[in-house]
């Protein structure tokens, strides 16, 4: 007759909310009965991350422009969000600003690997191309520093 196997309940709220049973365990160690599967919680401050690396590498090879945040999102309370829009907050508007020599401006949307834009973010990005100040997407550097050749802004990297 085969040993009877203790299989624990799978846990709510778990943070990929799955758990897998462990395959043939000796029984030595309860605690190996269960096995958590990988967490694949979403990781909140790539964007952020990313941004600040921008911010930096533009500062760093671009001193001649003006590069800063537009923090447009977070959490806010109700009240704050209403006061917010009151005063001028647009919903969708892009991350960072340029201003470059020459009444230039250019606006970078920054996005996780995986992240889209919202329908805000699109109806902006198509009333700035309108306008005739299309805004660069930026995952990575990489994107940043292509953005600022096409925009034709000088850099120390390009004068190398």
């Not at 269960?34 to 991350?49: G, K, S, V």
């Not at 537009?70 to 919903?91: D, Q, S």
């Not at 299309?134 to 190398?160: F, H, K, M």
Request: glycine share 6%; charged share 25%.
């Amino acid at each position: 007759m085969a040993a009877k196997r203790n299989r624990a309940p799978l846990a709510a709220g778990s943070a990929s909310g799955m758990l897998s049973l462990a395959a043939e365990r000796s029984g030595d160690n309860p605690a190996l009965d269960i096995i958590q599967a990988p967490d694949r919680r979403r990781d909140t401050n790539a964007e952020a991350r990313i941004q600040a690396a921008i911010v930096e590498y533009v500062r760093l090879v671009a001193p001649h422009v003006l590069i800063f945040a537009i923090p447009n999102g977070g959490l806010r309370t109700k009240a704050e969000a209403a006061r917010l829009k009151w005063t001028g907050v647009v919903a969708g508007i892009p991350d960072l600003a340029i201003v470059a020599p020459g009444r230039r401006v250019f606006f970078i949307e920054v996005k996780a690997p995986s992240g889209a834009l919202s329908l805000d973010q699109r109806a902006i990005r198509d009333w700035l191309i309108a306008l005739g100040s299309p805004p660069a997407i930026c995952r990575s550097i990489d994107d940043a520093r292509r953005a600022l050749a096409a925009w034709g802004l000088e850099t120390r990297e390009a004068a190398r």
